[in-house]
């Protein structure tokens, strides 16, 4: 058996996940409401308040309890001295495998609410793309980028 990349993100990645998902949850309330208005307004078919309250239901239930959670379980990387791996998805689990001399930088970065949680997220950039490990702690954050920079330049220097 394959074996999985060593390291989850941060268990606050949770909450800004969340969190996150509330912000979505507070937009798809403002289109039921209007929805609703609108039912009330034109005479439309009650039915169209059982829809709008049922999607908000199971937006709450799928999108604030039970998504984040899966996608915490499946999210994983880990930083060996040839290759980073990271592991992600939801339902479909795609593994990656970002060789260090493809690595041309890599970024970290923080919104206000992973500065709450003193969370980063960090970026590895490569010519093709931009990978992200999101909701790592700052201090771990700080490491990996030090030593993903030194990894690369040794990988860089042996080619």
Known sequence: MISQPKYHISKKGLNVWRIH???EFLILLLFAAAVSVLTF???????IYA??????IADVFFGIYLFPKIRWNHWRYEVRE??????QGLFI????LVPMVRVQHVDTSQGPILKHYCL??????????IH???AITEQEA???RVRISELARVAEDDV
Do not use: H, N, Y
């Not at 689990?93 to 990656?96: E, F, N």
């Open 21 to 23: 998902a509330v912000f």
């Open 82 to 87: 040839q290759e980073i791996e990271i592991q």
């Open 120 to 129: 980063a997220s960090m970026s590895i950039s490569t010519a093709a793309t």
């Open 132 to 134: 992200t490990i999101p």
């Open 142 to 144: 700080d490491q990996l």
């Open 51 to 56: 829809i709008c309250l049922g999607v908000l």
């Open 93 to 96: 689990i795609k593994r990656t």
């Open 41 to 47: 307004f034109f005479d439309w078919p009650e039915w």
